[in-house]
């Protein structure tokens, strides 16, 4: 569980809550669903490279944190000599206040890798033919980018990737000089750039987060790791010193590095059993803190430029490939109340054990954003017991307007 609680940064003035498997932001524009969803993007983000390099100053000082949320997340404004970001996890605690920061990791190695993937609301630019010409710094675009284009190199001709119900698929053609991203129905080929707008939105998360979920771990273990630089070598020499040298020789001291790496060799090799189990352990952290397990997907405004019932194709697709693997999760910020009211379908389902997609109401946040804060949707039936959404101030707009069709009906 990740404790999360914003206050001060851009419209937010306070948001207090738990990370759960399954996070919902529904609110106007400007309300401060993306503000959340960009702060815990970065605390995840922070926590993955303190946590796998057991360096708690591998960020630096409370002005190189904001920057990073200002440069990655175009951000710039949002803060003040007020603004305060907490977050914890089982592996570490960050803290920004008073424009200073400070990281303490937790006892013990409790950090499993995860791929953070953060999927914004402007991801149609990757249609853009003339992509690699332009510069995006080190904001979340070039990130998404960079996803992309490792994504997409999977879904060759042989790999065509149905979109949804909409009777076209993707696919990536190598060999073509210019428009390499295609869409193909029954009768007709067309680039990305060509298709319609809900294709250029759905497109890349359909395809980002079918190869985040799948084959991105499936062909994970034929790419290296790590780089061999500075940084993987200070990462395996601390495992060792922690994990192996210190548990064996209480009075180790950096200076003895080489002459007692070359003992532990010597004892590993006569299968020493203290030496042969501290050595797994080496192995096991390493790999728990090198490979990643799971994914984090946030995404923005998956609704865009959708008709309805495709929005709820969407959602459903997204839900399923979260579900892939235990440790994946799927933060949402949202305009839709078709998504948010679909959520009540999988909740009742969990509840009847219908053997469709259902959701644990447990795993899951449904928020309300307004007014710089938060308002949990989440209620309990006082007669059943049974959890559901509050969906009806999201149907409001709707039913006023019935209710006006109705009375000009009379008239």
């Known amino acids: ?34 503000t959340i969803a960009k702060v815990f993007s970065t605390c995840s983000w922070v926590e993955k490279e303190v946590a796998t390099s057991l360096d708690e100053g591998a960020v630096g000082t409370g002005e190189d944190f904001r920057l990073l949320l200002e440069d990655f997340h175009k951000m710039n404004g949002y803060f003040s000599a007020k603004s305060v ?59 998404f980018l960079f996803d992309w284009w490792a994504a997409r190199e999977y879904f060759d001709y042989s790999h065509k990737s149905q979109i949804l119900g909409l009777g076209v698929s993707y696919f990536f053609d190598k060999e073509a000089q210019l428009y390499k991203d295609r869409i193909s129905g029954e009768s007709y080929g067309i680039p990305l750039s060509s298709a319609s707008s809900g294709l250029q939105s759905v497109v890349p998360l359909c395809i980002s987060m079918q190869y985040y979920s799948d084959e991105y771990y499936r062909n994970y273990e034929k790419r290296t790791v790590f780089d061999e630089d500075d940084k993987e070598l200070n990462i395996r020499v601390a495992l060792m010193e922690r994990l192996v040298l210190k548990p064996l020789y209480p009075n180790y001291e950096r200076s003895q590095l080489s002459e007692l790496l070359d003992e532990v060799e ?56 979260c579900k892939m693997r235990e440790g994946n999760s799927i933060t949402i910020t949202t305009h839709s109340p078709y998504v948010v009211n679909a959520l009540n379908v999988y909740i009742m389902r969990f509840f009847k054990n219908d053997d469709k997609l259902s959701l644990n109401p447990d795993d899951i946040n449904v928020y309300a954003v307004q007014d710089g804060g938060l308002i949990n949707l989440m209620q309990k039936n006082s007669v059943t017991g049974l ?18 069709y109705k009375e000009l009906k009379r008239l």
């Open 1 to 34: 569980m990740m404790h999360l609680v914003i206050e001060n940064v851009g419209p937010v003035k306070k948001a207090e809550l738990e990370m759960k498997k399954y996070n919902f932001f529904i609110g106007p524009q400007s309300s401060g669903k993306s």
């Open 266 to 321: 010597e004892k590993i090799n006569k299968y020493d059993p203290r030496y042969v189990a501290a050595l797994q352990e080496y192995q096991k952290v390493r790999k728990q803190l090198s490979s990643p397990e799971s994914t984090c997907f946030i995404v923005e405004e998956p609704e865009q430029n959708l008709f309805p019932y495709s929005q709820l194709d969407l959602l459903e697709y997204m839900l399923r490939r």
């Open 85 to 143: 970001i907490r977050y914890e996890s089982e592996s570490v605690v960050i803290s920004y206040a008073k424009e200073k920061l400070e990281i303490k990791l937790k006892p013990g190695i409790n950090y499993h890798r995860k791929k953070i993937s953060y999927i914004p609301a402007e991801r149609n630019f990757i249609a853009l033919p003339e992509l690699r010409g332009y510069e995006y710094g080190t904001s979340n675009n070039r990130s």
């Open 387 to 404: 959890m559901s959404i509050n969906v009806s101030d999201l149907s409001e707009a709707i039913k006023d307007l019935y209710d006006e």
